[in-house]
Every structure is written in structure tokens, then in C-alpha cells.
């Protein structure tokens, strides 16, 4: 089965139904990014903090998984030179439209998160990749290449799922019972045939283990210098018990 592609066909769908991480920002934050007020979320409800940037005028940014025009036209207008990676052209669509709009400097690349082989070695100063990686099966190659292409101080900031997440029955969970059902670490392809993740009408995905998620940024490379956790802001049962969202900071030595 080519998850990728199967996944990004699900994303031009997602950007049809107006999933709330495919709609791109407005006017009034893009004037406010200029002004030097302006934040972006790795996470479904808490901002990166301020102080995990450095001065963002002309640095060079990848946001890597992170179509929708979110991220990336905030990033640009507040000084960046960005570079915006996604695998869903319709995606992409919403950075360049916002771009247009707003006369931004912002490039688009059509690719999975796997494959940056179109940028060279140390090209960028910092890397905003928000939760993404649950969307393909094996993370290493992510942190391999985005210790690669970032610059010797370079910053990569990830959003990723807590492993716990995938745990449950979700159909229970919709009903209001938490049932662990799930061993760890997760994948939609153990679980559902070809025919069932085809009506699922919805992306694979994968509950990538801590270790993965996090010795993994470390085996390639990266020093971690900050972390926080996030829920769905009280929408799923479970952010009553744990928190569904992990972030991290790591800088390239």
C-alpha cells in the first residue's frame, strides 16, 4: 500500500471539509505578525513559547508536514524567509494563497516529510514541524534529515502525539469509556485491511513510541533544550487524564 499517497489524497479532502488545520490565517494576523505580534502553535492549543525563537528577520525556516497557511505566512510576515513542505498540494494551496494575498515571502515544496533531498546540507536555521509524524511509519528518517539540512545552532521545533493516545477503543471513547484496547507503539496497518483503511475515510496513522519520538531526535544528532505539554482542550475524554500532545525544542550542536 503507498501511505503516502493515500494519505495525501485524505488531506485534499481534510482542506474540503475545512478540517481546522487546513484553514489558513486571516488578515488581522498577518498585519499583527508584521507588527511583532504574532505566535504559532505546534500543538492544538498552547503557542510555542516566544523565547524558544531566536529574532526571526531573514533567518531561513523550513515548516516541514506544516501546510494549511498557518505557520508559514505568520513566520513570513514577521521578517523569516520561509519554505513551507507538505504532501497535500491542496495544502500547499492555502500558504501560496495567503502569500498572494499578502505579498509574502514564502516558497512551497511538494514532498513527504521523509524526503528533503532537494535542500542541501545546513540550509535552513530553524525547522516548526508540527504533529505530522503520526502520518508515516518510521520517524527516524525526519530527525535524520532535519539535523541535515539545519544550520550548526539550528532550532527544531516538534508537535507529536502522546503514544497513550492511541491506547483506547475509540468508538468506546466516543460513548464515554476509556477501555485500553491497543499495545504500544500503535499502527492503523496492524489493525485494518487495505479495503477498511480505504473506507476509513481518513489518514493512516501511526502511535510512534517516546522513544522513537524523542531518543530518536537525539540519535540523530540533537541536544533537547525545551519541552511542553498540551490536550485537545478539554474535546477528548482523555484530557481528563494525561496529556495528548508532547513538543519539543532541540537545537543541532
Known sequence: MDIIALNSKNWEEKVRQKNPWTVPVDSEVIQNARNGNWCIMLTAQKPVPGAWFPPLKDKRILCLASGGGQQGPV?????AY?????????????????ARKENLNLHTVRSSMTDLSMFDNDSFDIIVHPVSNVFIPHIQPVWNEAFRVLKKGGVLMSGFMNPVFYMFDEKLE?????????????????????????????AVEFGHSLTDQIQGQIAAGFVITGFYEDSFGGERLL???????????????
Not at 513566520?75 to 521578517?79: T, V
Not at 484496547?181 to 485491511?193: E, G, H, I, R
Open 75 to 79: 513566520l513570513a510576515a514577521a521578517g
Open 82 to 98: 520561509v519554505t513551507v513542505l507538505d504532501i497535500s498540494e491542496a495544502q500547499l494551496e492555502q500558504d501560496r494563497s495567503v
Open 174 to 202: 466516543e460513548q464515554g469509556i476509556l477501555q485500553v484496547k491497543y499495545p504500544l507503539p500503535y499502527s492503523d496497518l496492524d489493525y485494518l485491511s487495505k479495503d477498511d483503511l480505504e473506507r476509513k475515510g481518513d
Open 239 to 253: 484530557d481528563r487524564f494525561c496529556p495528548c500532545f508532547l513538543a519539543t525544542r532541540a537545537v543541532k550542536p
